[in-house]
C-alpha cells in the first residue's frame, strides 16, 4: 500500500532552469510533507518541509507548494544548478504515529 | 556535532548467518527510526524506538527481524538467518521531539549495505 507516490523515476534539466518534482498522496491524516535529498552511498538529507495547513514553503532557490485537495505536492527548484543532481524523497508524516512514509524518488539530473 | 553515525557501512554475510547493524543517533535524540532500500526502490519503514521501547514496528518482517534501543549504547537491527532477499540498503534516522518533528526532520546515516552471499 503505497501511500506517497513519486510516479517520475527520473527528470533531466537544463542549468538555470527550473525543476519540478512532483509527490502524490493518499492519506488525509499526514500532517506535514518533507522533501530529502540523496546522493550516492550517502543518507538522505533534509532539504525542506511543509505543515498541512500551508500551501506554500520557500527557502532559498527550493519551494514547496501543497494543494490538498488535490493530494499534491511538488518541489520548485530554481534556478537548477548541476550540484542539485541527486534522488529526491517525498515524505509524509502521519499524524499522531510519527511514522514517516516516502515515495520511491525521483532521479534528477541537472545538465550544464 | 557528530551526525547519525551506521556501522559497519559494508557488511557481506552468507546464508544462515546473523547480521548486526548499528546505530547510534544524533546527540539529544531519543527517536530513532530503520528503514530498508532494495535497489531501484525508496526506503521502506521497519521499525520506530524510543529508548528502551520499540514504538511501531508494522514495517518490520515478523521472522528473523529485530530491533532493540537499549538505555545505554547504540541501537540495534538484528537479522538471524539471513537470505539473498535480504541484501539492501539499510538506514538509520533519528528526531528530536515528535511535537516538532516537521520542523526538526529526521537526520539520516549514511547506511549500511548488507550483500548476502
Known amino acids: 500500500d503505497q501511500q506517497v507516490k513519486q510516479n517520475s523515476p527520473s527528470l533531466s534539466v537544463q542549468e538555470g532552469r527550473i525543476s519540478i518534482l512532483n509527490c502524490d498522496y493518499t492519506?488525509?491524516?499526514?500532517?506535514?510533507f518533507l522533501w530529502y535529498k540523496k546522493y550516492p552511498a550517502e543518507g538522505p538529507t533534509f532539504l525542506i518541509s511543509i505543515s498541512s495547513i500551508k500551501d506554500k514553503n520557500e527557502d532559498g532557490r527550493f519551494t514547496v507548494f501543497l494543494n490538498k485537495s488535490a493530494k499534491h505536492l511538488s518541489l520548485h527548484i530554481v534556478p537548477s544548478q548541476p550540484g542539485d543532481s541527486a534522488v529526491y524523497f517525498c515524505a509524509a508524516r502521519l499524524y499522531n504515529f510519527n511514522k514517516f512514509y516516502f515515495g520511491s524518488g525521483t532521479k534528477l539530473n541537472v545538465k550544464p | 556535532n557528530a551526525g547519525v553515525m551506521q556501522n559497519p557501512r559494508h557488511l557481506v554475510r552468507r546464508r544462515g548467518q546473523e547480521a548486526r547493524l548499528r546505530c547510534s543517533p544524533m546527540k539529544g535524540h531519543s527517536h530513532v527510526y530503520w528503514y530498508r532500500q532494495l535497489p531501484e526502490e525508496g526506503l521502506k519503514f521497519m521499525v520506530y524506538?524510543?529508548?528502551?521501547?520499540?514504538?511501531?514496528e508494522s514495517g518490520m518482517p515478523k521472522e528473523r527481524f529485530s530491533a532493540e534501543f537499549p538505555k545505554e549504547g547504540p541501537s540495534i537491527l538484528r537479522i538471524q538467518q539471513v537470505v539473498r532477499g535480504d541484501s539492501a540498503a539499510y538506514f538509520c534516522?533519528?528526531?528530536?521531539?515528535?511535537?516538532?518533528?516537521?520542523?526538526?526532520?529526521?537526520?539520516f546515516g549514511d547506511g549500511t549495505r548488507l550483500s548476502i552471499l
Open positions: 492519506n488525509s491524516m499526514f500532517d506535514y
Open positions: 524506538l524510543q529508548k528502551e521501547n520499540i514504538i511501531d
Open positions: 534516522a533519528s528526531s528530536f521531539l515528535r511535537e516538532t518533528a516537521g520542523n526538526q526532520p529526521q537526520h
